[in-house]
């Protein structure tokens, strides 16, 4: 498959880029997708919920109340589960959440976004370009050169500040690199684009 590349005033640089076949020409695979966006969401769980069991409250041990007589239930402490302020029982425990996904898998997955992203037409490749600094008008006017509505993200080849500080205001965009770009954000995203060079440095990076 071949897309026309745009320059960030959302003209035709007259060139056309591959794609690789191997991320944007497979056919989409709903479960692998599904298992990565699992372990991603799983992932961004901190796991450090915590609730006091019995043993742990700290309370006076001295017996509540006679056994017999009073004409209700019996009781020995204040620190039981019954009670206000008693332990909690079989409550939360710190642990993680971390889920394994086969590294084939975590590839297939992201081939599935990224195919059904071309297919659908929600995927532009533009040229390679720098902001002499950050400037959230600048990448907005962009967007809007390219027509872009809705969430979208911005993959580029290489960490580059000026263009992350210039996108990270805008609640609906993103910019993330090739090397660190994940399922989720893809398919969280309306529109993808691709600078030019992360479409040639996709082929060499494996999920």
Same mark, same amino acid.
């Given at each position: 498959m071949k897309l026309e590349v745009l320059n960030i005033q959302g003209q035709s640089?007259?060139?056309?880029?591959?794609?690789?076949?191997?991320?944007?020409?497979?056919?989409?695979?709903?479960?692998a997708v599904y298992l990565a966006v699992k372990q991603y969401?799983?992932?961004?769980?901190?796991?450090?919920?915590?609730?006091?069991?019995?043993? +742990?409250? /700290? &309370?006076?041990t001295k017996? $509540?109340?006679r056994q017999k007589g009073t004409g209700t239930a019996r009781a020995g402490s204040a620190k039981s589960p019954l009670f206000r302020g008693g332990g909690r029982v079989f409550g939360p425990k710190p642990h993680d959440y971390y889920i394994?996904?086969?590294?084939?898998?975590?590839?297939?997955?992201?081939?599935?976004?990224?195919?059904?992203?071309?297919?659908?037409?929600?995927l532009k490749i533009?040229?390679?370009?720098?902001?002499?600094?950050?400037?959230?008008? +600048?990448? /907005? &006017?962009?967007?809007?050169? $390219?027509?872009?509505?809705?969430?979208?993200?911005?993959?580029?080849?290489?960490?580059?500040s000026n263009v992350y500080l210039s996108g990270r205001n805008l609640a609906k965009s993103g910019v993330?690199?090739?090397?660190?770009v994940n399922t989720f954000q893809i398919l969280n995203a309306d529109v993808l684009i691709l600078?030019?060079?992360?479409?040639k440095k996709l082929q060499q990076v494996q999920a």
């Open positions: 640089t007259g060139r056309q880029i591959e794609l690789p076949e191997s991320y944007f020409g497979v056919e989409p695979n709903a479960h969401n799983a992932a961004q769980r901190q796991g450090t919920h915590k609730a006091k069991e019995k043993w +742990e409250i /700290s &309370k006076s017996k $509540l109340k394994d996904v086969n590294k084939k898998v975590k590839f297939l997955a992201k081939a599935s976004v990224l195919s059904d992203k071309a297919q659908k037409g929600m533009v040229e390679d370009f720098q902001f002499e600094k950050p400037s959230t008008k +600048e990448f /907005s &006017k962009m967007l809007t050169n $390219l027509q872009v509505n809705g969430k979208s993200l911005l993959v580029v080849d290489a960490e580059n993330a690199t090739v090397k660190d600078s030019e060079n992360s479409v």
